[in-house]
């Protein structure tokens, strides 16, 4: 089955603690997002990437880092310069040739104690 | 202006009712027009692409209007699962990859 995964789905992490999330996409997709999603909110988009070894800040970076060293795999790093860092963090795919359809992953909630 | 500015709601309809939603953009340039669907806390799912004029599937419609910048999506014969989050996205610019999402209109469907 194609599609894309997020691990874990619930993380509690204590302030001035590094986490990072898994994001990985078996659909051969170029490009790669990550959102934050806050009750009530839309979706913020943190970082994405368009090819392998780069990506462009979103609009609301700080705090944050990724790396894509595969295709497939874009690990978000939630630091601990992310003042409000308890959200819905959702990663998402698309293939640019498709006038960028995203596709999401089932999301990781974060909290922070 | 914002970018994507989406009806405030929520919709409360009864089964069998149509419901519209608008969504309006402010940059002109943009090509790529999406409606997404939410559940409860959970990821949004790809409803439908407008890429022209506008794309019918079953129940649902969506249509673009260039010129004054908005699209809309069109539920006919509600149903109760319709019940969610309705995001509009809106492709940023010309680029393939940005996507700028409203913040969602809720519908609620009640028996």
């Known amino acids: 089955d194609g599609g894309i995964t997020q691990s874990p789905k619930y993380l509690f992490r204590k302030e001035g603690q590094n986490v990072t999330l898994s994001c990985e996409q078996n659909?051969?997709?170029?490009?790669m997002y990550w959102y934050r999603q806050d009750p009530g909110q839309g979706l913020r988009l943190i970082y994405y990437?368009?090819?392998?070894?780069?990506?462009q800040k979103g609009d609301i970076a700080e705090g944050y880092s990724v790396s894509r060293e595969k295709k497939e795999s874009f690990p978000l790093t939630v630091t601990s310069a992310q003042k409000n860092p308890t959200a819905f963090y959702l990663c998402?795919?698309?293939?640019?040739?498709?006038?960028?359809?995203?596709?999401f992953g089932p999301g990781t909630r974060l909290t922070v104690l | 202006r914002k970018e994507v500015e989406q009806d405030p709601g929520p919709f409360n309809v009864p089964e069998g009712a149509t419901v519209a939603f608008n969504c309006t953009y402010s940059?002109?340039?943009?090509?790529?027009f999406f409606w997404y669907r939410q559940d409860c806390r959970k990821e949004p799912k790809l409803l439908m692409s407008?890429?022209?004029s506008g794309n019918e599937d079953g129940r649902f419609t969506a249509q673009l209007n260039r010129a004054s910048q908005y699209i809309s999506l069109l539920i006919r014969d509600s149903k109760l699962s319709d019940s969610a989050t309705y995001l509009c996205?809106?492709?940023?610019?010309?680029?393939?990859?940005?996507?700028?999402f409203g913040k969602g209109t809720l519908l609620t469907v009640n028996p």
């Open positions: 659909l051969n997709h170029d490009a």
């Open positions: 940059n002109s340039a943009s090509q790529s």
């Open positions: 998402a795919s698309s293939l640019w040739t498709k006038g960028g359809e995203q596709f």
């Open positions: 990437s368009q090819i392998v070894n780069d990506f």
């Open positions: 996205a809106v492709n940023s610019g010309g680029s393939n990859y940005k996507l700028t």
């Open positions: 407008v890429y022209s």
